[in-house]
Nanobody, 117 residues
Framework: QVQLVESGGGLMQAGDSLRLSCAASGGTFNIHYIHWFRRPPGKEREFVARIGWSGGSTYYADSVKGRFTISRDNAKNTVYLQMNSLKPEDTAVYYC??????????WGQGTQVTVSS
């Protein structure tokens, strides 16, 4: 079974930068896509970004495009989310997810990112 552990969240100010990490373990050989989702307070979970594990193709939500960058280190089984120019509306619990196809099959516990104005 695949396990995902997020780290790197914290309390930031608007305009700051932060990098989140997602470490994958277990039987990851069937995983083709790694995603970041987030759940703002009082709102539903929403898509942030995804990356193809082998090919490295990326896709971003319009709300973060140009500010966030998803990347991966295949040797470390780790995916990163570099967040620049943070806004208060980026405040959320950020979740790493993985799946054989686009739809995620595995989820991490989440890491809190809080951005103050």
């Amino acid at each position: 079974q695949v396990q995902l552990v997020e780290s790197g969240g914290g309390l930031m100010q608007a305009g700051d930068s932060l990098r989140l990490s997602c470490a994958a373990s277990g039987g990851t050989f069937n995983i083709h896509y790694i995603h970041w989702f987030r759940r703002p307070p009082g709102k539903e979970r929403e898509f942030v970004a995804r990356i193809g594990w082998s090919g490295g193709s990326t896709y971003y939500a319009d709300s973060v495009k140009g500010r966030f960058t998803i990347s991966r280190d295949n040797a470390k089984n780790t995916v990163y989310l570099q967040m620049n120019s943070l806004k208060p509306e980026d405040t959320a619990v950020y979740y790493c997810a993985a799946g054989v196809f686009i739809s995620p099959d595995y989820w991490g516990q989440g890491t809190q990112v809080t951005v103050s104005s």
